[in-house]
């Protein structure tokens, strides 16, 4: 198979909160902040072309749904539809895609399933021959979201997907729909349901991290953002998976770091779990 790591609309989002109880004397190191404390990450998808020539979609970005005033409240910095535009610099369209697998529904990772925003129109569904992928307890999560994360999920997103009649959902370690060569874990640190997919590779296994491991800063176990439902679960959560993945070679691709897309899964010299060999960004790189 071969892999792109395909980047959608960039954000800015408030560092403390994507740091949760981390001071800022220490993730300033790691992001510099602007004046408003905001600091710039991806939306970034990963796309796979398997060897029969099916295309898979891993996530669809932030898009630009949103009316102006939330765009800027949630800090999406440009006005048109970066991750179709990417798309077409690799040589695709959103309509060749075969499946798109949503890893929660978060606006920030399926905003991009969306149209623009348009004065006095709504927004419709894009890879129109694609079949959506959802983990069952996100769907629900989804449908029936909790006060406190109400907000990060888009009004009538569900509802065109099952209009669609090309929603999936899978429930357990495999899906009919990705066939042998995923693995499917899941995670309820960060929300209910998060759906993490691990693709074989012949060099290892690879990784589709979603909020579990935003980015490579968040690889260090104690770090965990303050969006995230429930910290200690998800550093449980961490432990485990990363324990499991890094004895078998493991690499770990990020949708949120600003400048690394994918990085080898290591240990340093205390033994604690880091970032080591990265990839800023590929194309048409042989897995």
């Given amino acids: 198979m071969q892999l792109w790591s395909i980047d959608g609309n960039s954000q800015r989002l408030d560092g403390g909160a994507m740091f949760g109880n981390v001071p800022k004397a220490l993730w300033t190191r790691w992001i510099e902040p602007d004046d408003r404390n905001r600091i710039p990450l991806s939306c970034r998808a990963l796309l796979v072309r398997e060897d029969d020539g ?146 074989a590779a012949s060099s290892g296994p690879i990784l589709f991290c979603g909020d579990l491991v935003p980015g490579s800063p968040w690889v260090h176990l104690p770090i965990t953002m303050g969006y995230d439902r429930f910290a200690e679960l998800l550093i449980d959560e961490k432990t485990k998976l990363l324990g499991d993945l890094i004895g078998r070679g493991a690499r770990l691709f990020f949708t949120h770091d600003p400048t690394v897309a994918m990085a080898e899964l290591r240990r340093d010299d205390r033994g604690r779990f880091k970032a080591g060999r990265a990839w800023p960004s590929f194309a048409n790189l042989a897995a």
């Fill in 54 to 199: 099916r295309l898979l979609l891993f996530e669809t970005g932030i898009g630009t749904f949103f009316e102006p005033k939330l765009r800027d409240r949630f800090g999406v910095l440009e006005d048109r539809h970066v991750l179709l535009e990417n798309l077409e610099d690799a040589g695709f369209s959103h309509t060749d895609i075969d499946v798109v697998v949503l890893s929660h529904l978060h606006f920030d990772h399926a905003g991009g399933l969306l149209t623009g925003w348009t004065e006095g129109a709504q927004s419709d569904l894009l890879f129109d021959n694609a079949t959506y992928l959802v983990g069952q307890r996100a769907w629900q999560r989804a449908c029936n979201p909790h006060p406190r994360d109400r907000a990060s999920f888009i009004p009538r997103l569900q509802q065109l997907l099952e209009a669609s009649g090309r929603l999936a959902i899978a429930d357990g370690p495999t899906s009919d729909v990705l066939g042998s060569g995923y693995r499917l874990h899941y995670s309820d640190g960060h929300t209910p349901g998060l759906m993490l997919t691990e693709i």
